[in-house]
């Protein structure tokens, strides 16, 4: 018996505790002879979807064909009565050939929502959705990755609304903060000179911006095997007139010489570098004058200032 086979058996028969089951599915569970599988449905951030089952043929429901043999398989469901986040994993060799080692690594598949349903594969109308959540840490080996699925209590965890803090909290160029990223000045082009590692490497076609102009910015990838792809830019140099870029992250293809990219300028969320660099202090979405943590180890002294103003 299945786990929903045995959650459903109650000394006078009923529904799956918090599940409103089909009288057709009831009936069949009550039967005895169970023809059961798990079907996963996985929708990406980039709104493609994707179905898998246990089973060995095909299931179609809801407009989603379910891949049969695709080397899916899942665990048991940790789970509490408090308000921790339930998990289970699902774990596949990489066989099906829309499940690709690239897509993982290129993180298309991080917090894809998840569905898990319960499904008799001899009539696919007589179903019922055991849990929904969303993909949460993916671990990779040479054949074989394991993707956590997290239920919706993760979503608690999430900082909503604003926090009062000195930096800012808005994305450098969103609608809170204003800054056109397309202008020539926060905005340039270049392609790879050098490597130097696997994620820092000299660039041609910066040489009118200042050292540290592009740092905390981001980098699109125009051409080469990287091509679509954005990360992060952690460094910018300018080492005898030549640029040189420190990626936050390696990519998941080799850098190669030639690669050109599009590079938008950085904030580090500092009031003075909104004035300075942007002249955007108008917009700025942080509180540099509130009291911070070391406020609570201050002292007084003897030097004077102590008139009430802002320390």
Not at 97 to 125: A, H, K, M, P, Q
Not at 176 to 193: F, H, Q, S
Not at 228 to 249: F, K, W, Y
Request: proline share 3%.
């Amino acid at each position: 018996m299945g786990e929903l086979d045995r959650r459903s058996r109650r000394p006078h028969g009923g529904n799956l505790p918090m599940k409103s089951l089909s009288p057709a599915l009831q009936a069949h569970l009550d039967d005895g002879t169970t023809t059961l599988a798990w079907c996963w449905r996985i929708t990406r951030v980039d709104g493609v979807s994707f179905g898998f089952t246990d089973h060995d043929r095909t299931l179609s429901f809801d407009g989603t064909d379910f891949e049969p043999e695709s080397g899916l398989t899942a665990s048991e469901v940790r789970s509490g009565s408090d308000l921790s986040v339930d998990a289970q994993d699902a774990e596949g060799v990489l066989t099906s050939d829309r499940i690709t080692e690239t897509d993982i690594l290129d993180g298309r598949w991080d917090n894809g929502e998840v569905e898990v349903w319960r499904v008799n594969w001899t009539d696919t109308s007589q179903r019922v959705l055991m849990r929904r959540g969303a993909i949460g840490q993916i671990r990779r080996g040479r054949l074989a990755f394991v993707a956590e699925v997290r239920s919706l209590a993760h979503v608690l965890g999430q900082t909503v609304g604003r926090t009062f803090q000195a930096t800012c909290d808005a994305a450098l160029g969103d609608a809170r903060c204003g800054v056109d990223l397309e202008g020539p000045a926060y905005k340039g082009t270049g392609a790879v000179i050098d490597l130097l590692r696997d994620r820092s490497f000299t660039a041609s076609g910066l040489g009118g911006f200042a050292s540290g102009w592009f740092t905390f910015g981001t980098l699109d990838w125009t051409s080469g095997a990287n091509a679509g792809r954005r990360t992060e830019v952690l460094g910018h140099d300018v080492t005898d007139g030549i640029a040189v870029l420190t990626l936050l992250e390696a990519p998941v293809r080799s850098i190669a010489d030639g690669d050109a990219f599009t590079i938008r300028a950085g904030c580090d969320k500092r009031m003075e570098t909104c004035g300075a660099k942007f002249a955007n202090t108008v917009n700025f979405r942080g509180f540099p004058h509130i009291p911070g943590q070391d406020a609570v180890l201050r002292y007084a002294t003897k030097d004077g200032g102590h008139e009430g103003s802002v320390l």
